[in-house]
């Protein structure tokens, strides 16, 4: 069965990339057409890319886990117009084990994380992940409630499914070229 990480792009405390993760796993599991994870960065504890003297032991286990993937979906906040630095490093730490593979992309933020998800296609492009247009913008006026608790307008599982329905076939044609 194919295989679909949902990437938790932040890291810092008190974040709600955790909520908006779940969400997304939690219809992505009725369609019965991937296995569904999330993968939050954070567990892996990734230095900055080649920082002297860091440890770097979490690595390994992150290159095993996006090689295990198929596809991706990243869940992307706003930081300063762009994704969080944490995404970027962690997009960085590997290469072989993007290319080739399909991504949709459910970001969020003031402007529904428009500026952040639009910088990340151009990551993805150099990385040869191939992201599908239909794309999921979470406002933070309207989905969440203060900026923290998640409640998203009905009309934004329509477009997760939707966004899913591009995805799948993608991954699974990219499967054929791979190696
Ligand atoms: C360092 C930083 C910079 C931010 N810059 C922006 C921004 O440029 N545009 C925006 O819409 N939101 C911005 N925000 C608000 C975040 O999108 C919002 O706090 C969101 O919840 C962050 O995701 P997280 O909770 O998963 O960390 C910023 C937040 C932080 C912490």
Known sequence: MLKIGIILGSTREG???PQVGAWVKEIADQRKDAEYEIIDIAEFKLPLLGEPGADASGAAAWSAKISGCDG???IAQEY???ITGAL???LDYLRDEWNNKAAGIVSYGSVGGARAAEHLRGILGEL???DVRVHPALSL???FENGSVFK???VQRDSVNQMLDQLIPWSTALKTIRK
Do not use: C, G
Request: glycine share 0%; net charge positive; aromatic share 14%.
């Open 88 to 90: 970027k490093n962690a």
């Open 72 to 74: 991706f979906v990243f």
């Open 141 to 143: 006026f309207t989905d």
């Open 15 to 17: 974040r709600v990339s």
């Open 128 to 130: 040869l992940v191939a």
């Open 80 to 82: 300063n117009h762009s």
């Open 152 to 154: 998203p307008k009905d």
